[in-house]
């Protein structure tokens, strides 16, 4: 099982991500892309990477806006793997159309 960040570690890892925000039980980022099938890219190509890791986030799909919000379920809280996923989720972010 992954050990749960403390209130600082979060805050801490926080501060190297794009648009994240959150404490100790998940963390949270909205994303507005240029259309409905770009953001439909966006979390098919999430959806990969979470499979690999399994590890899934949590996606709310509105229109052309995404909402992920990333917890490590079975820890209780936030772990070090929702900071990788997270980083991931940026690096797919970054080259969305």
Do not use: C, N
Not at 7 to 26: I, Q
């Amino acid at each position: 099982m992954s050990e749960l960040l403390t209130a600082d570690d979060v805050a801490a890892s926080l501060t190297t991500l794009h648009d994240w925000s959150g404490d100790t039980s998940a963390i949270t980022r909205k994303a507005k892309l240029a259309t409905f099938l770009g953001a439909i890219d966006v979390v098919d190509r999430v959806a990969q990477v979470a499979e690999g890791m399994d590890h899934h986030p949590d996606i709310d799909i509105r229109w052309r806006t995404l909402i992920f919000t990333l917890a490590t379920h079975s820890a209780g809280g936030v772990t070090a793997k929702d900071f990788t996923l997270a980083a991931k989720i940026d690096e797919i972010l970054a080259t969305a159309p």
